[in-house]
């Protein structure tokens, strides 16, 4: 009999199938309740569930964060039929030592002062709950998994889904 993997081998997994995924569609709810989002490069995500981005501090994403912290990271690669869809708590940095850290040349397209820019900021994101599918990417799997349901009369078992509670 196979053990269920813990929350540890769970969040790993989450981490190993976005660590590939460039870029995540963040939600944050505006003060009326409306919910915005809009694409965000994560640039660390760790183990333990926190996930970093840079941010310009006085953005209007930062002042959603400040009136309600619950966010939704979305995940998708859909080149090797990936998809993720992360819920949790924003919070927001000017933590010199993690800007120092986490820098990359990159960040002065958004940021032209530097590490040193007056705007310059960071999101944490710790991870409450998400879910994931995960599905084999080669196309004779798919159609070896949507045959056999149809010969044997049972789902399609096509990848792999699974839910994450941190909380």
Not at 64 to 88: C, F, M, R, T
Request: charged share 30%; aromatic share 8%; hydrophobic share 30%.
């Amino acid at each position: 009999m196979q053990n269920k993997p813990n929350k540890t081998e769970k969040l790993q997994k989450l981490v190993d199938i976005i660590k590939d995924v460039e870029v995540a569609m963040m939600t944050t709810i505006e003060d009326d309740g409306c919910m915005r989002s809009r694409p965000m490069r994560a640039v660390q995500t760790n183990p333990n569930g926190e996930i970093w981005f840079f941010t310009g501090y006085e953005s209007g994403k930062s002042h959603e964060i400040q009136h309600d912290s619950h966010v939704n990271l979305s995940y998708a690669k859909p080149s090797d039929e990936v998809y993720v869809s992360i819920s949790g708590r924003a919070y927001l940095s000017k933590d010199k030592a993690k800007i120092d850290e986490l820098w990359s040349p990159t960040q002065k397209a958004w940021f032209p002062q530097g590490k040193d820019d007056p705007n310059i900021g960071l999101i944490r994101v710790e991870v409450e709950k998400a879910e994931y599918w995960d599905a084999p990417n080669s196309t004779m799997i798919q159609l070896y998994g949507m045959a056999k349901a149809t010969l044997t009369g049972e789902s399609a078992k096509t990848g792999d889904n699974q839910k994450i509670n941190l909380k």
